[in-house]
């Protein structure tokens, strides 16, 4: 008999993640793989969807926009009703901190369906930073059968708020096994811009900012931080694949707008802003998935947030936590560039998040104690 296995995810970054395990249960003869897309995201979820060539047996399509959290809740929630209802799986996973993440935990509990978490374990301490994530993991953890937590530091969160130590599983991160599929050696970009650069001699930041914390005052200091000092040194360029969101488009616009050595461009789908990440020198990001990947890739990381959910990679040494203070991030990248020691210290460190094998021990997992 089977083990069928649901998998439901909704954004750019849960199919990311999800996929490496997806592809995995497609070549285990003793799983049943159903796969359910909410489409909370939709360009970009697709993007990674083509990228793995995933086809979602179930697409609810409930991308709206301007959609608020309430409704993306509401028409997960009945989107997810019927397809539990029809397929009634063994296990439902889910991947993260999204709002499909909760919706679809509380979906499979309505209907008493197993639930396994992928990435449990993720805390900042702060259940407004960032938001609504840190409320998103918690209320997922509550419902969760099998928490897959990526490092030793999530584990002992869950153990923490009482979890019983047999529902929890140190995988490590599929992420780290979803770059091993995406960056390639001569990647070409196909993009006039990034085929111009000359990776071996301009050392490129790569900028992502897109928290909802973060916009207003904040996000203007990450910009103009980031803008000075690529003014002070010739061979730096900052490369920043520029948000969705109106508001950080136009703080973008307004900061950079006589900065030559800043190139927005429009988002990137995954495989080129992974390569393109892997051909950088520092990454500046409010990002949580990119603290876990650009370590992997030997870049050290400066985190704009106060607070943050992957305090690994800050212990570990790979990653930097740096606030929204303009002379904070300024200081911490001008140190980066001029003190080579420095950055070798942060390029050189053990990364925290696994050896890309998560997804063979997830899915190894489901198969001892799916049933």
Do not use: W
């Amino acid at each position: 008999m089977k083990i069928k296995v649901m998998t439901v995810f909704g954004t750019r970054p849960e199919g990311i993640k999800m996929a490496p395990i997806i592809k995995v249960m497609e070549n285990t003869p003793e799983i049943e793989s159903i796969i359910c897309v909410t489409a909370q995201h939709r360009e970009m979820l697709d993007q990674v969807l083509n990228l793995f060539k995933i086809e979602p047996h179930y697409d609810l399509n409930i991308f709206k926009p301007g959609q608020t959290l309430t409704e993306i809740t509401i028409r997960a929630l009945q989107g997810l009703e019927a397809v539990i209802e029809k397929e009634r799986p063994d296990i439902l996973l889910v991947q993260g901190d999204t709002t499909t993440v909760f919706s679809g935990a509380l979906a499979a509990f309505y209907q008493k369906i197993k639930i396994g978490h992928v990435e449990a374990g993720l805390r900042s301490g702060n259940l407004y930073s960032p938001y609504p994530e840190e409320a998103n993991r918690k209320l997922t953890g509550i419902l969760t059968d099998f928490h897959f937590a990526p490092t030793e530091t999530n584990k002992n969160n869950l153990l923490k708020e009482g979890y019983p130590e047999e529902k929890i599983f140190i995988t490590g991160n599929t992420v780290i096994d979803a770059l091993k599929y995406a960056v390639k050696k001569n990647f070409i970009f196909y993009d006039s811009l990034l085929d111009s650069i000359d990776y071996s001699k301009e050392r490129v930041i790569l900028l992502t900012s897109h928290r909802r914390e973060n916009i207003g005052r904040p996000m203007e200091n990450i910009f103009s931080a980031v803008g000075d000092i690529a003014k002070k040194y010739a061979n730096v360029r900052v490369v920043f694949p520029i948000h969705l969101n109106p508001r950080v488009r136009e703080i973008a616009h307004k900061v950079f707008k006589d900065n030559k050595r800043v190139h927005l461009i429009e988002p990137l789908d995954y495989e080129p802003f992974t390569n393109l990440m892997a051909k950088s020198h520092i990454v500046v990001t409010d990002s949580g998935g990119l603290q876990e990947e650009a370590p992997s890739l030997g870049k050290p990381v400066l985190v704009v947030r106060e607070e943050t959910e992957r305090p690994e990679g800050i212990e570990a040494g790979t990653a930097k936590l740096v606030g929204t203070n303009y002379e904070n991030i300024y200081n911490s990248l001008d140190l980066l560039l001029s003190n080579r020691e420095e950055y070798d210290k942060m390029a050189n460190a053990v990364n925290p998040y696994g050896d890309g094998k998560a997804s063979e021990r997830i899915v190894n997992i489901i198969l001892e104690h799916g049933k």
